[in-house]
């Protein structure tokens, strides 16, 4: 399969041999090049690295350099500009806003002067179209604040042999903030939605890559279900701060469970619909996994395509950081973590030492509300000096547990959920 030929859209443009590159060269830089590891741009220890896809650059990774951002973000793309955060960043029980990851589809739109000015509209099949400032938005409705997880629908794509198209992410597209606003319902109750309401069509004010005013740089929607979930949320804060113009302030949805992309940045106008959406990311094999699994690399029929919903189930370890050095003698390691599971909760975290040859229930927290992540915390033995592996692997409430290899490839490479894979060397 030849990336560079894949054309369309920036939702469908490759921007693989550059990707490749950074991914490599993220391993490199996390490891030291001090470890015998090296990477494959799935952020994985060499032993796993087999098979899998990009090739090998000499290029150092690309820190982000953003106002506001920490410069250990790694820059996936630039145009549009995508940056994921290092699992080991993620250690925070709230990611902190300077650490969360980015991703765009066209262009960053310039900060608003006036955030209590900013209009959405809510139109299409509803019984009164609304058109309500974010003031009106604040003033009217009960503010709420839940921590909840965000993750891009291709976090972890960068597990898939052969490559997916499109930005290589690791684990690191994916954070967990403190949201505050108004559930999306509560609006949708006052505009009164009509019986033939099937789906939300969210738009923004953020332009296509190409400056064409007429091309939505994305455009996706849920089913009325989904927009009626009190979890839901159109939100104007982030961890207690007005929302960045980065992450899409001064207003945003927050569609908790299900891939990012539903959870449209800079606001301006959800329009309820009689059927499916068909904006751009709604359609062929964007957001998609396939129905009857297909072989990897393989032509790919659109009519065998399902939209991804809820997310799968995912662990990483944040403590200790891959490529970590410990003293010689050293004979235990305190770990921790976080994991989360789309829609459901996580039920169980084990961990490995010895290449999964026999694993070890880690203790794991309770979210503290719905969507958010689950902590969990593990304390190793090891039994000698020398290199070591920590794998872990997370169980959903409905029992499915990541798999060693990402599955289920598809064009885009959806659903990647490999258990996450640290090395370590003592003494
Ligand atoms: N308007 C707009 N909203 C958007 C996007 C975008 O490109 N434009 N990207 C989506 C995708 S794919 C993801 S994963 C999340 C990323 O949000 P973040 O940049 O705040 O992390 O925003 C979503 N909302
Ligand atoms: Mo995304």
Same mark, same amino acid.
């Given at each position: 399969?030849n990336?560079?030929?894949?054309?369309?859209s920036?939702?469908?443009?490759?921007? &693989?041999?550059?990707?490749?590159?950074?991914?490599?060269?993220a391993?490199?830089?996390i490891?030291?090049?001090?470890?015998?590891?090296?990477?494959?741009?799935?952020?994985?220890?060499?032993a796993?690295?087999?098979?899998?896809?990009?090739?090998?650059?000499?290029?150092?990774?690309q820190?982000?350099?953003?106002?506001?951002?920490s *410069?250990k973000?790694?820059?996936?793309?630039?145009?549009?500009?995508?940056?994921e955060?290092?699992e080991?960043?993620?250690d925070? *029980?709230?990611?902190?806003? *300077?650490k969360?990851?980015?991703?765009?589809?066209g !262009?960053?739109?310039?900060?608003?002067k006036?955030?209590?000015?900013?209009?959405?509209t809510?139109?299409?099949?509803?019984?009164?179209k609304?058109?309500?400032?974010?003031?009106?938005?604040?003033?009217? /409705?009960?503010?709420?604040?839940? &921590?909840?997880?965000?993750?891009c629908?291709?976090?972890?794509?960068?597990?898939?042999?052969?490559?997916? &198209?499109?930005?290589?992410?690791t684990?690191?597209?994916?954070?967990c903030?403190?949201w505050?606003?108004?559930p999306?319902?509560?609006v949708?109750?006052?505009?009164?939605?009509?019986?033939?309401a099937? /789906?939300?069509?969210?738009y923004?004010a953020?332009?296509?890559?190409?400056?064409?005013?007429?091309?939505?740089?994305?455009?996706?929607?849920?089913r009325?279900?989904k927009?009626?979930?009190?979890h839901t949320m159109?939100v104007w804060?982030?961890?207690g701060q007005?929302?960045?113009?980065?992450?899409?302030?001064?207003?945003?949805?927050?569609?908790?469970?299900?891939?990012?992309?539903a959870?449209?940045?800079w606001l301006?106008?959800?329009t309820? &619909?009689?059927?499916?959406?068909?904006g751009?990311?709604?359609?062929?094999?964007?957001?998609?996994?396939?129905?009857?699994?297909?072989?990897?690399?393989?032509?790919?029929?659109?009519?065998?395509?399902?939209?991804l919903?809820?997310?799968?189930?995912?662990?990483?370890?944040?403590?200790?950081?891959?490529?970590?050095k410990?003293?010689?003698?050293?004979?235990?390691l305190?770990l921790?973590?976080?994991?989360?599971?789309?829609?459901?909760t996580?039920?169980?975290?084990?961990?490995?030492?010895d290449?999964?040859?026999?694993? !070890?229930?880690?203790?794991?927290?309770k979210?503290k509300n719905?969507y958010?992540?689950?902590?969990w915390t593990?304390t190793v033995?090891?039994?000698? *000096?020398g /290199?070591?592996?920590?794998?872990t692997?997370?169980?959903?409430s409905?029992?499915?547990? !990541?798999?060693?290899q990402a599955g289920?490839w598809?064009p885009?490479?959806y659903?990647?959920?490999?258990?996450?894979?640290i090395?370590?060397?003592?003494?």
């Amino acid at each position: 399969m030849n990336m560079t030929q894949v054309s369309g859209s920036s939702l469908t443009t490759s921007r &693989r041999g550059f990707l490749g590159s950074t991914g490599l060269a993220a391993m490199g830089a996390i490891l030291g090049g001090s470890l015998p590891i090296s990477g494959d741009g799935g952020g994985i220890p060499a032993a796993h690295a087999q098979g899998a896809a990009a090739p090998a650059a000499p290029k150092g990774p690309q820190y982000l350099k953003f106002p506001g951002k920490s *410069d250990k973000l790694v820059v996936l793309g630039e145009k549009p500009l995508v940056a994921e955060t290092p699992e080991s960043l993620l250690d925070d *029980d709230t990611t902190p806003i *300077d650490k969360f990851y980015i991703r765009n589809n066209g !262009q960053i739109p310039e900060e608003t002067k006036n955030p209590d000015a900013w209009k959405i509209t809510i139109d299409g099949e509803v019984n009164n179209k609304l058109e309500i400032t974010l003031g009106e938005l604040k003033s009217k /409705y009960k503010a709420v604040t839940r &921590r909840m997880v965000l993750e891009c629908g291709g976090n972890g794509r960068a597990g898939f042999s052969p490559p997916a &198209r499109g930005n290589q992410w690791t684990n690191g597209g994916a954070g967990c903030a403190e949201w505050t606003g108004v559930p999306l319902a509560e609006v949708l109750k006052a505009a009164g939605l009509k019986k033939t309401a099937t /789906y939300t069509a969210h738009y923004a004010a953020d332009l296509h890559l190409s400056g064409d005013a007429k091309k939505p740089s994305l455009s996706r929607g849920v089913r009325i279900e989904k927009a009626m979930d009190p979890h839901t949320m159109i939100v104007w804060a982030m961890n207690g701060q007005p929302l960045p113009n980065i992450h899409g302030g001064p207003v945003r949805l927050i569609v908790p469970g299900w891939a990012g992309s539903a959870s449209q940045k800079w606001l301006t106008r959800i329009t309820i &619909r009689d059927k499916e959406h068909d904006g751009p990311g709604m359609t062929e094999f964007s957001y998609r996994v396939a129905i009857k699994p297909m072989v990897p690399g393989n032509k790919a029929d659109p009519k065998n395509f399902r939209i991804l919903e809820s997310m799968p189930v995912r662990s990483i370890i944040t403590n200790p950081a891959n490529g970590a050095k410990f003293a010689a003698g050293t004979k235990e390691l305190k770990l921790r973590g976080a994991s989360w599971a789309g829609d459901l909760t996580v039920k169980q975290i084990d961990v490995s030492t010895d290449f999964g040859a026999s694993w !070890q229930r880690a203790k794991l927290e309770k979210p503290k509300n719905k969507y958010d992540w689950q902590r969990w915390t593990a304390t190793v033995k090891l039994p000698s *000096d020398g /290199y070591f592996e920590i794998w872990t692997r997370a169980t959903d409430s409905r029992g499915a547990m !990541q798999p060693h290899q990402a599955g289920f490839w598809n064009p885009q490479g959806y659903g990647g959920n490999a258990m996450h894979r640290i090395a370590v060397l003592v003494g």
